[in-house]
């Protein structure tokens, strides 16, 4: 089954410890991305990358790492959470670079930095 | 700074009544996405618009596109419960690396 899955779904954790947040497709889409949200803003991208080894900032990068070591995994690291990274995060991925095709959204992982 | 604006950003209907969602956005783009989500969900693809005067329709749902007006609407038909979520449209203004999305409409259909 074409899936994209992020684990772990739920986190509660607490300021300064560094977590990740994996991403992982099966669909060998090139291009994959974070997003985080929060009510009354709908989705904002963190980091995307349109292949291996490439990666760029989305509008709301401060605080997260992203690293593209293979196609199929994009985790998402946060080197020192603080409690306004408290959010939905949802990794999403595609083919042809995201531009003819949709995005595929993972099932979320809600965090909580206490 | 693409702007994407959704309105209204309420919507509580009844069932077997019309009406149309707006998407404005703010920048020139010809790549439109419409998604679902449902409380608790991930967002679902509902349809990829990707040239002015295009119009998708997949049940209940119409979508279009206007470029000239940088505008999109999603239009529902004889509304049914089951179309209750949230609905956000997004702009993709860089041929597929960036998309921007608005703040979401949460449609609720009563009986």
């Known amino acids: 089954e ?36 929060d009510p009354g803003l709908g989705l904002r991208q ?51 670079a995201g531009g003819a095709d949709t995005q595929y959204f993972g099932p979320g992982t809600r965090l909580t930095v206490l | 700074e693409l702007k994407v604006e959704q309105n209204p950003l309420f919507l509580s209907m009844q069932e077997e009544k019309n009406y149309t969602i707006y998407c404005n956005y703010s920048t020139t783009s010809d790549r439109l996405y419409w998604y679902r989500q449902d409380p608790g969900k991930s967002l679902e693809s509902l349809f990829v618009l990707l040239s002015n005067g295009a119009v998708k329709q997949e049940g209940r749902l119409m979508a279009s596109l206007d470029t000239k007006a940088r505008l999109s609407t999603l239009h529902i038909t004889a ?21 921007t999305f608005g703040e979401g409409t949460q449609l609720t259909v009563n009986p």
């Open chain 1, 2 to 37: 074409a899936q994209v899955t992020q684990n772990p779904r739920y986190l509660i954790t607490v300021t300064g410890k560094k977590l990740t947040v994996t991403c992982s497709q099966n669909m060998n889409h090139e291009y994959m991305s974070w997003y985080r949200q």
């Open chain 1, 46 to 96: 963190i980091y995307y990358s349109m292949n291996v080894e490439v990666t760029d900032k989305g509008d709301v990068p401060e605080g997260y790492k992203v690293s593209r070591k293979e196609k199929r995994n994009f985790p998402l690291i946060l080197e020192s959470p603080s409690p306004n990274q408290t959010s939905l995060y949802f990794c999403a991925s595609s083919s042809l």
């Open chain 2, 79 to 99: 509304a049914v419960h089951d179309l209750s979520a949230t609905y956000f449209c997004a702009v993709d203004m860089t041929s597929g690396s960036r998309l």
